[in-house]
């Protein structure tokens, strides 16, 4: 499925700003320990080249979940919504997309305190997205920390914004 240009349809949320630190983080690690590894010439307790691989194994995946927790989020092009997990991704083309709703995030079958924003396919399956609202500080219960958190306001902006942007695909379509 061939895609224009994907676009973020919500502001970075805390956990996408902590998740570009750990990049930087990752990043200028592996430029600092390059360096040194190149002008160095310490003696090595262990295998230079099994110690290299270990160093920069453990740096690629640091620095590429942390790329992936900055990009976690929802983004649309004018034919799909593409949902970004840390894990996973998924695209949804809008003519599958029957409704968009908030409802309690789930967390293993449990209801959260935060609300996450769903979309409800037209075979009925209900896809839950990461980006949640905010929760009051006193609220108990369970909280998913994955995923932009949204005060209320870019919450129901990032609501409207999708639901207008399924509006004017569906009125394209054929």
């Known amino acids: 499925m061939g895609m224009a240009s994907w676009r973020r349809v919500h502001p ?7 998740g570009l630190v750990f990049v930087v983080i990752g990043v200028g690690l592996t430029t600092v320990m390059t360096l040194r590894f190149v002008t160095g010439s310490g003696n090595w307790v262990v295998n230079p080249v099994l110690g290299i691989l270990a160093f920069y194994g453990f740096l690629s995946l640091w620095t590429g979940f942390a790329w992936r927790m900055y990009r976690t989020g ?8 593409r949902i970004v997990h840390p894990w996973r991704n998924r695209v949804v083309a809008w ?4 409704q968009i709703s908030s409802q309690p995030a789930m967390l293993g079958g449990w209801a959260t305190v935060r609300v996450a924003i769903f979309l409800r396919l037209t075979n009925g399956t209900k896809v839950e997205t990461p980006v949640q609202r905010h929760a009051s500080r006193f609220a108990g219960g369970l909280r998913k920390n994955i995923g932009p958190v949204l005060s209320q306001a870019d919450f129901d902006a990032t609501l409207s914004l999708l639901r207008a942007t399924r509006e004017r695909a569906s009125s394209l379509r054929p």
Request: glycine share 6%; net charge negative.
């Open 95 to 98: 003519s599958d997309v029957a």
């Open 74 to 81: 929802i983004y649309v092009s004018d034919k799909a919504v």
């Open 12 to 18: 970075l949320g805390a956990s996408s700003s902590i």
